[in-house]
């Protein structure tokens, strides 16, 4: 039973290009969330999705940064145009649709950009 | 935005001995979980806890509620080595938006 799993682990971008994380949640897990963890900050939330529907999208910044969660395939988490400020550990949480309350994390992406 | 304050920030013990981690709030929550996080990885998810005054006990932790829903504590019996990591306390604001606020965090280190 394989946990949530994030892709890649360390990613290095340049300022200026794009960023794409990768989370795949649990099987049977519908609902799919984002959290950013800056250095010596605590876990915020971005992002809340179900298939192929953005539910709440109140903790993303409102340039650069989109999320999706496709009928097929991973969620994505897309930065375009990354600074500095970017550089952070991203997870993936992913609940069950009987059991919402409850998040399991992935190990996260720890993005740094140079 | 809810908020949730943990203490202590910083918490260096010797093995065997007990301590408890704090988490409040002015606020209401739905439900709380705990969390542990070690550097590079995930938060791992530790209990819920979801009636005000509710008792959880997971070996030699135990969790609870505050009566009103907006306090809990994390106290941990014969710290060993092993429990060494970052305690998160989240909580549910409810609604449809299911999203958690993460508390302040509390490092434990402890010593053999």
């Known amino acids: 039973n394989a946990g949530v799993m994030q892709n890649p682990r360390h990613l290095v971008r340049r300022r200026g290009q794009e960023a794409r994380l990768r989370c795949s949640p649990m099987k049977g897990h519908s609902h799919v969330y984002w959290y950013r963890q800056l250095p010596e900050e605590g876990l915020k939330f971005m992002v809340y999705l179900q298939k192929e529907n953005i539910i709440d999208e109140s903790g993303m910044p409102k340039e650069r940064f989109s999320a999706e969660f496709p009928k097929e395939g991973p969620s994505i988490l897309r930065i375009q145009q990354v600074v500095r400020g970017d550089s952070a550990a991203y997870f993936c949480?992913?609940?069950?649709?009987?059991?919402?309350?409850?998040?399991?994390f992935g190990q996260g992406t720890r993005l740094t950009v140079v | 935005t809810q908020l949730l304050e943990q203490s202590p920030q910083f918490l260096s013990i010797q093995e065997g001995e007990n301590l408890t981690v704090y988490c409040n709030s002015s606020?209401?929550?739905?439900?709380l979980q705990w969390y542990r996080q070690e550097p590079g990885e995930g938060p791992v998810l530790l209990v819920t806890v979801v009636t005000g005054g509710e008792v959880k006990k997971l070996k030699r932790l135990t969790f609870q509620f505050g009566d009103a829903r907006k306090d809990s504590s994390l106290h941990i019996t014969a710290a060993q080595p092993g429990d060494t990591g970052l305690y998160l306390c989240?909580?549910?604001?409810?609604?449809?938006?299911?999203?958690?606020?993460f508390g302040t965090g509390t490092l434990l280190a402890v010593q053999p």
């Open positions: 949480a992913s609940s069950p649709p009987w059991r919402v309350t409850e998040a399991f």
């Open positions: 989240a909580g549910d604001e409810g609604g449809a938006t299911n999203k958690l606020i």
């Open positions: 606020s209401v929550f739905s439900s």
